[in-house]
């Protein structure tokens, strides 16, 4: 096909020309007004060339780049911008036919029905035709995906428009080649890969814990926990305890003994292409973890019997005037009790409680005491059998 513009001027080159100049006689009266209308036809005519000319400068065609997440199939966008009163499009595009396998065409612009699709090999290429008498326009629109099937192990690979035998027509008559730019893309990897797992950490009570995941590809993080060995993980959100839930680091203040034994692991890109990290296992010293604020204090709390079946007896110390609350956690963290929550004076104290109703396991009690100028914390593992 030509470039043609049919009629007094013609587009050629960079500029609009005058393909048959008029010549008359300037004069007066009718003459005049014929002289000035055939000037304002001429500089309208070489408007709209200029037009047609800078409109096809700025059409493109995209072979969108596209990641892999999952090796299984892929849909390849092909994106239109300034492309006006198109009536036939004949496109050829190559691929590596080692990497990828052509399945067919997906999300098809209502304005392309009835395109044809084919398969060519030597080299691998798909061939797409289409015509139509009334014009189609794509400002900024996807025509259409290239669907594939991945041939696993996934890989990079590229998608290349023949740009030599790639052409868009006008729906005039005759027919206009359209002047398009036409940029090739590339399927790439986006699954993160991970250099450095999160590891396990042991701490003592009221110390801060931090995990690191490291990759050189992530982009989002979130970090998870769970409090019952990985049956269930919640996603982690900022506050006083934990800062950095959505970065390669995160950090738990002040960690409590409850914590023994929790679970940590980091999803990176988790809406995009999720990959989770190793697990990293929190050990806290739930015996000896003793947080003192002020000059230490002769504090102590301890049970017996421990192990225990039903009833067990609590004894501690207040050395002087303060509050005392004493909590019964499970395993996962959970708050089985508050068997004592009250102000107390200095001295020795002696309870007797029934667990009864607990199951047989592990859990911790914690002993908080909050006096006018510091505060004193520990634990202590209770054992019930049966």
Same mark, same amino acid.
Not at 83 to 102: E, P, S
């Given at each position: 096909?030509?470039?043609?513009?049919?009629?007094?001027?013609?587009?050629?080159?960079?500029?609009?020309?005058?393909?048959?100049?008029?010549?008359?006689?300037?004069?007066?009266?009718?003459?005049?007004?014929?002289?000035?209308?055939?000037?304002?036809?001429?500089?309208?005519?070489?408007?709209?060339?200029?037009?047609?000319?800078?409109?096809?400068?700025?059409?493109?065609?995209?072979?969108?780049?596209?990641?892999?997440?999952?090796?299984?199939?892929?849909?390849?966008?092909?994106?239109?911008?300034?492309?006006?009163?198109?009536?036939?499009? $004949?496109?050829?595009? +190559? *691929? /590596?036919? &080692?990497?990828?396998?052509?399945?067919? %065409?997906?999300?098809?612009?209502?304005?392309? #029905?009835?395109?044809?699709?084919?398969?060519?090999?030597?080299?691998?290429?798909?061939?797409?035709?289409?015509?139509?008498?009334?014009?189609?326009?794509?400002?900024?629109?996807?025509?259409?995906?290239?669907?594939?099937?991945?041939?696993?192990?996934?890989?990079?690979?590229?998608?290349?428009?023949?740009?030599?035998?790639?052409?868009?027509?006008?729906?005039?008559?005759?027919?206009?080649?359209?002047?398009?730019?036409?940029?090739?893309?590339?399927?790439?990897?986006?699954?993160?890969?991970?250099?450095?797992?999160?590891?396990?950490?042991?701490?003592?009570?009221?110390?801060?814990?931090?995990?690191?995941?490291?990759?050189?590809?992530?982009?989002?993080?979130?970090?998870?926990?769970?409090?019952?060995?990985?049956?269930?993980?919640?996603?982690? $959100?900022?506050?006083? +305890? *934990? /800062?950095? &839930?959505?970065?390669?680091?995160?950090? %738990?203040?002040?960690?409590?003994?409850?914590? #023994?034994?929790?679970?940590?692991?980091?999803?990176?890109?988790?809406?995009?292409?999720?990959?989770?990290?190793?697990?990293?296992?929190?050990?806290?010293?739930?015996?000896?973890?003793?947080?003192?604020?002020?000059?230490?204090?002769?504090?102590?709390?301890?049970?017996?019997?421990?192990?225990?079946?039903?009833?067990?007896?609590?004894?501690?110390?207040?050395?002087?005037?303060?509050?005392?609350?004493?909590?019964?956690?499970?395993?996962?963290?959970?708050?089985?009790?508050?068997?004592?929550?009250?102000?107390?004076?200095?001295?020795?104290?002696?309870?007797?409680?029934?667990?009864?109703?607990?199951?047989?396991?592990?859990?911790?009690?914690?002993?908080?005491?909050?006096?006018?100028?510091?505060?004193?914390?520990?634990?202590?593992?209770?054992?019930?059998?049966?």
């Amino acid at each position: 096909m030509k470039k043609i513009i049919t009629g007094l001027f013609a587009c050629s080159g960079d500029y609009a020309v005058c393909a048959n100049p008029v010549r008359m006689r300037i004069g007066s009266g009718a003459g005049t007004e014929v002289f000035s209308m055939v000037v304002k036809t001429m500089i309208l005519a070489g408007l709209v060339c200029s037009g047609l000319w800078l409109k096809g400068q700025n059409a493109t065609l995209t072979l969108e780049n596209t990641g892999i997440c999952e090796p299984i199939s892929i849909r390849v966008p092909i994106t239109g911008n300034n492309l006006t009163n198109v009536g036939a499009i $004949t496109l050829f595009m +190559t *691929y /590596n036919d &080692t990497l990828l396998t052509f399945n067919s %065409i997906q999300n098809l612009h209502p304005q392309l #029905d009835g395109i044809i699709v084919n398969t060519l090999t030597n080299p691998a290429r798909v061939a797409l035709v289409w015509s139509k008498t009334s014009g189609a326009t794509f400002m900024n629109d996807t025509l259409l995906c290239l669907e594939f099937d991945i041939i696993p192990p996934a890989r990079p690979n590229s998608l290349n428009f023949i740009d030599s035998i790639c052409e868009f027509a006008s729906v005039s008559i005759p027919p206009q080649v359209l002047s398009v730019s036409y940029y090739n893309g590339t399927v790439f990897l986006t699954k993160p890969s991970i250099s450095s797992e999160p590891e396990n950490k042991e701490i003592k009570s009221q110390s801060n814990a931090v995990f690191q995941v490291s990759s050189p590809d992530a982009t989002t993080y979130i970090w998870q926990e769970s409090r019952n060995s990985g049956v269930l993980w919640t996603n982690l $959100t900022e506050n006083a +305890t *934990y /800062n950095g &839930t959505q970065s390669n680091t995160l950090t %738990i203040h002040h960690v409590p003994s409850v914590f #023994d034994q929790y679970n940590y692991r980091c999803i990176l890109n988790p809406v995009i292409c999720p990959v989770i990290s190793a697990t990293a296992v929190l050990s806290v010293d739930s015996i000896t973890g003793i947080t003192t604020y002020g000059s230490p204090l002769p504090f102590f709390l301890k049970n017996t019997p421990n192990p225990f079946s039903g009833t067990t007896i609590l004894e501690y110390t207040v050395p002087e005037n303060g509050f005392v609350t004493i909590k019964i956690f499970s395993m996962t963290g959970e708050l089985m009790d508050t068997p004592v929550k009250s102000l107390h004076k200095a001295g020795y104290y002696r309870a007797e409680e029934n667990f009864i109703y607990l199951p047989a396991g592990i859990y911790f009690c914690q002993f908080v005491f909050r006096g006018p100028a510091r505060i004193y914390e520990t634990y202590r593992k209770l054992v019930k059998i049966k």
